[in-house]
C-alpha cells in the first residue's frame, strides 16, 4: 500500500489528530543515503515528524526540520512539502549500531544535547521560525516540546521506524514499519479524552496502513477525516540548481576546471543524487552564463 497521512478531527472530545505511513518513504531515504539502523531510525522518524507538523496547520507550503546536536550523527534534516513530498538526511551517516538493540540506541544517534530549528513556509511565502533545545534526542518528545514552546500547546507523538536486516552485517534493511500520529487538543477539548487517546499515539499499536492506525487509535470516538493524501520521498533537486551551484565558483575557476582532467560532480545532500559536468558540459555552462550576462543592460 502506498503512503498516506491522514489529517482527522474527533470531535467529541475535540481532538486533532494526524497519522502517517510513510514505510515506502523512509525505505527510499535509508536506501539512498546507505543508512544503518543507527542513522535509519531517526532519519525516518523526522520525516514523519516534519510531514505531521506540515500538516498540523492548514496553509502550510513546507516544513524543515534541523536538528543540531553533540551525538555521534550530529544533526539531520526533514524537509516536507504540501502536495505530498518528503525528503532528508543525516549529516554523518556511516553511524552503526546493532539493529538488536535500537529500541534502546534510537535516541542515542543524535543524544540529549543539542537544538531542533523549524521553519515553516505558509502560503504565500511567509516564514516562521523557530528553535528549542532536544528533550530526549528521540525526535517524539523533542517535537512535542517544539510544539509547548511555539505554540504553547500540549501535543503526543508516536514516531515508529521498525527495520529487518537482511544480511547478517546488517548492511541492508527492510523498512518493518514507518508510521506516526500526532495528537493536539482544540481550545476546551476534554483533558481525560486527550491523555486517553495521547497514552496510545505514544506507543503506537501496530498496524498496517495509516487507515487503521487512524481507527485505532481513536477507539470509540468518532473520526471525521478533514484529508487525505498521498505521500512519497521525492526531492526538488535539478540539473538547474546544480549548475547555479557549480556557478558560483564564478566563471574563470569553472573554466580552469574544465580545463583539467576529469569532470565535476554536485551532489545533492538531500537524496544523494550525483550531477557529473564533463569538460563540454562546463564550457557550456560558463559560455551561456557569460553570454546572459553579456545580454543584461548594465
Ligand atoms: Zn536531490
Do not use: W
Request: hydrophobic share 40%.
Amino acid at each position: 500500500m502506498s503512503d498516506r497521512v491522514i489529517r482527522a478531527l474527533l470531535p467529541d472530545p475535540g481532538l486533532r489528530l494526524t497519522v502517517v505511513d510513510a514505510r515506502r518513504s523512509v525505505a527510499e531515504a535509508i536506501a539512498r543515503h546507505q543508512l544503518r539502523a543507527g542513522a535509519a531510525v531517526p532519519l525516518g522518524r523526522a520525516l514523519m515528524g516534519a510531514v505531521l507538523l506540515l500538516h498540523q496547520r492548514p496553509k502550510s507550503e513546507r516544513l524543515t526540520l534541523q536538528f543540531s546536536s553533540q551525538g555521534p550523527l550530529r544533526g539531520l534534516v526533514a524537509d516536507a512539502y504540501a502536495g505530498g513530498a518528503v525528503r532528508g538526511y543525516v549529516h554523518v551517516p556511516t553511524i552503526r549500531f546493532p539493529l538488536q538493540d535500537m529500541d534502546r540506541l534510537a535516541h542515542a544517534g543524535l543524544g540529549r544535547q543539542g537544538v531542533v530549528g523549524t521553519v515553516r513556509e505558509m502560503e504565500g511565502g511567509r516564514l516562521e521560525q523557530g528553535q528549542t533545545d532536544l528533550a530526549t534526542g528521540g525526535v517524539d518528545r523533542d517535537l512535542e516540546l517544539v510544539i509547548e514552546r511555539s505554540e504553547g500547546e500540549r501535543s503526543a507523538f508516536g514516531l515508529e521506524v521498525a527495520l529487518r536486516a537482511k544480511d547478517e552485517e546488517e548492511e541492508q534493511l527492510n523498512v518493518v514499519r514507518a508510521q506516526g500520529a500526532c495528537l493536539l487538543g482544540l481550545p476546551d477539548h476534554d483533558p481525560y479524552a486527550f491523555d486517553a487517546v495521547g497514552r496510545l499515539v505514544r506507543s503506537l499499536p501496530l498496524t498496517a496502513s495509516a487507515e487503521t492506525l487512524l481507527a485505532e487509535l481513536a477507539g470509540d470516538f468518532a473520526v471525521e477525516v478533514l484529508d487525505e493524501q498521498p505521500l512519497e520521498f521525492r526531492c526538488r533537486c535539478s540539473l538547474e540548481r546544480a549548475s547555479s551551484t557549480l556557478l558560483l565558483l564564478g566563471e574563470a575557476d569553472l573554466l580552469s576546471l574544465a580545463a583539467e582532467p576529469g569532470y565535476a560532480e554536485i551532489t545533492c545532500h538531500y537524496c544523494g543524487h550525483n550531477y557529473r559536468f564533463e569538460k563540454d558540459a562546463l564550457t557550456l555552462l560558463v559560455t551561456t552564463s557569460l553570454e546572459a550576462k553579456a545580454g543584461k543592460p548594465s
